[in-house]
């Protein structure tokens, strides 16, 4: 009995994959999960919405260097419905990252909340 129970116990913790989601980032009210960053990174690459990814600067992610800037969809959106979007922020290959909120008043830099080395930008993205 107790070998079945162990069998069963192996197989579900190999089977099954719980994800859990982490938020990174605060935007005022808005989480940003690090499931968000993953989509909006792989999305600027694989899927992007035309015109982007954007460049801009801000002073606050790799000393005013030019970043690239990506929607984040919270909810499925597929085009920018407000004029404070938040945006994935990235130097080159994103060893220097951010999420931003992007409006009429420029760039300013969401707060961030986790600083675990898992929840860095390749990690979150890559695995």
Same mark, same amino acid.
């Given at each position: 009995?107790? @070998?079945?129970?162990?069998? *069963?116990?192996?197989?579900?913790?190999?089977?099954?994959?719980?994800? #859990?989601?982490?938020?990174?980032?605060?935007?005022?009210?808005?989480?940003?999960?690090?499931?968000?960053?993953?989509?909006?990174?792989?999305?600027?690459?694989?899927?992007? @919405?035309?015109?982007? $990814?954007?460049?801009?600067?801000? $002073?606050?992610?790799?000393?005013?260097? !030019?970043?690239?800037?990506? $929607?984040?969809?919270?909810?499925?959106?597929?085009?920018?419905?407000? $004029?404070?979007? #938040?945006?994935?922020? *990235?130097?080159?290959?994103?060893?220097?990252?951010?999420?931003?909120?992007?409006?009429?008043?420029?760039?300013?830099? #969401?707060?961030?909340?986790?600083?675990?080395?898992?929840?860095?930008?390749?990690?979150? !993205?890559?695995?």
């Amino acid at each position: 009995m107790k @070998i079945q129970k162990l069998s *069963w116990l192996l197989t579900f913790l190999t089977a099954s994959r719980i994800k #859990c989601s982490y938020v990174v980032f605060r935007c005022g009210e808005t989480e940003i999960l690090d499931s968000h960053v993953r989509i909006a990174y792989f999305d600027s690459i694989h899927r992007p @919405i035309a015109g982007y $990814p954007i460049t801009g600067r801000t $002073p606050h992610i790799g000393n005013n260097v !030019v970043l690239k800037l990506y $929607p984040i969809f919270l909810h499925g959106e597929t085009s920018i419905t407000s $004029p404070h979007q #938040c945006h994935l922020a *990235w130097v080159g290959g994103g060893f220097e990252w951010a999420v931003v909120i992007k409006s009429d008043l420029g760039i300013q830099l #969401c707060d961030r909340v986790e600083h675990s080395p898992f929840l860095e930008l390749q990690t979150i !993205v890559y695995g």
